[in-house]
């Protein structure tokens, strides 16, 4: 979830068609598509694994503000509390901000290549690492908290969020856990034009459920084995239908950005944010907004600051901005995250295999879709799909994001190309054995089922 930060306040917004040139502008020629990977982590007491508060000195507010003196990058504050850090200006960097209940997230800079990204991530975890030795804290790539109770959660001091707490249970069951005990890795794609975007959102949103479980990553919760292979993706299936899900208008004729447009403009708001402060409107629509009727703030219209924050509030499978937001993974370690953008870079920045995926994809119906991402889950790689698996189809895809990452002949200084950071994926889909897989293998084995030996040998 992003950050606001204070800046000039852009004009009022005086019609809908602004909304779509907001989306259009997105649009961006070939040789300036960039590759943005964000991950979440969760921090961890290595003294007795309990969570990370955010106050105290070995909190996360002092893992920030010691980041922050020892690497230089810019404090942004919220009520006087450091709540994220960006470097706009490093050649490699991106922004550190909070999720809900202390994860840490990294959202990178849009760069060029796997390789870039690998010394993006890798730079990070270093850096990050430590900081946070210094402070007795350790990180945990996973999907779902492992251990902790929602009650045991810290509440990092943003105050969008204390919105969302509130708004939440109200349109569903698992909002809160979603907020507080989830992490994704996730890839910000470009497109080129209007029928670019739509063809590359249709292939992600229908691969997602793939991606979900090739990267599935959390099998417990609250010490225990929870039956899932992806339990991050099964809270996602009840956490709010107005704002999250597989888009379903999108496979429609006439799908593009004025459509995605339509569809915001009725997603509820959560807030507004005025003078330094967020002003609790849920439930409401921006278009209403739109119209100056906004029940809380009669007469009051928007900005375009206001959009750009409405549409970070939407939770798709896909999610459209002035890029195209892949978001069906768990977290996992460094070699995973590394995988997701070297799986859609692949699938989606190559004509060749673009083509292939939409054809893999074309006839498949809504139901055969719904039915498939309501499964995996639970079920992973071993989801049957028309007489095979989701496994079956992982090889495919794989296959062709492996020829679209070497007919983009991306390579190192080393001489090698990206395709090696499909290698974790590639092993996956060949054994059958996912992360979640490995897992519940040691909990149930060396781990003598005391979870506690997850975060001896799984920290980042």
């Known amino acids: 979830m992003s950050t606001r930060v204070d800046g000039p306040q852009s004009p009022i917004i005086e019609s809908r068609d602004e909304l779509v040139a907001y989306l259009e502008s997105g649009c961006k020629p070939e040789s300036e598509w960039r590759i943005g990977t964000e991950h979440e982590k969760f921090g961890f007491n290595v ?3 309990s969570p990370v508060p955010y106050g105290g000195p070995r909190g996360i507010g002092a893992l920030l503000e010691t980041h922050h003196n020892c690497f230089g990058w810019d404090a942004i504050r919220e009520n006087g509390n450091i709540i994220a850090l960006s470097c706009s200006d490093c050649p490699i960097g991106g922004s550190i901000s909070l999720e809900p209940g202390g994860q840490l997230e990294l959202s990178g800079a849009p760069l060029k290549t796997i390789h870039e990204t690998e010394a993006e991530l890798r730079q990070h975890l270093s850096q990050v690492g430590s900081v946070a030795h210094q402070l007795g804290i350790g990180f945990l790539g996973l999907g779902f908290s492992p251990k902790w109770t929602l009650e045991e959660m810290p509440l990092m001091p943003k105050d969008r969020y204390r919105i969302m707490m509130r708004y939440m249970p109200k349109r569903g069951l698992h909002g809160l856990d979603m907020m507080f005990r ?11 034009s209007e029928d670019d975007m ?8 229908a691969l997602q459920p793939v991606a979900t479980a ?16 992806s339990y991050r993706a099964q809270i996602w299936q009840d956490t709010d239908p107005d704002r999250t899900g597989a888009l379903p208008f999108a496979f429609e004729d006439g799908m593009g950005f004025e459509r995605y447009v339509d ?6 708001m959560y807030f507004v944010y005025r003078d330094g402060r967020y002003i609790d409107v849920s439930g409401s629509s921006f278009r209403d907004f739109l119209a100056g009727k906004l029940a809380p703030l009669p007469g009051m219209r928007p900005t375009m600051e206001d959009w750009a924050d409405h549409l970070t509030t939407l939770f798709p499978d896909v999610r459209l901005k002035k890029f ?3 978001r069906g993974a768990d977290a996992g370690p460094l070699g995973l995250l590394l995988a997701l953008p070297a799986l859609w870079a692949g699938l989606l920045y190559d004509k060749s295999a673009l083509d292939g995926a939409a054809s893999l994809v074309a006839s498949w119906t809504e139901e055969e879709r719904r039915t498939m991402r309501l499964a995996v889950p639970k079920t992973g790689l071993k989801t049957p799909f028309r007489g095979r698996t989701v496994g079956d189809i992982a090889h495919e895809v794989l296959a062709l994001a ?11 200084d080393e001489g090698q190309n990206e395709t090696r950071a499909l290698a974790p994926l590639m092993e996956i889909a060949e054994t059958g054995r996912t992360e979640a897989d490995r897992l519940i293998a040691a909990f149930e084995g060396p781990w003598g089922g005391h979870i506690d030996r997850l975060f001896e040998t799984e920290a980042l």
């Not at 739509?198 to 949103?205: A, D, I, M, T, Y």
């Not at 599935?216 to 292979?229: D, H, V, W, Y």
């Open 182 to 192: 989830t992490a994704t890795v996730q890839v910000n794609m470009d497109f080129g």
């Open 324 to 326: 195209l937001e892949m």
């Open 214 to 229: 090739l990267f599935a990553n959390s099998p417990f919760t609250e010490g225990k084995l929870n039956g899932f292979q």
């Open 47 to 49: 003294t007795d694994n």
């Open 263 to 268: 569809y915001a403009l009725d997603v509820p």
């Open 402 to 412: 492996e020829g679209g990452l070497l007919r983009r002949a991306r390579v190192n």
């Open 198 to 205: 739509v063809r590359k959102l249709r292939v992600g949103l």
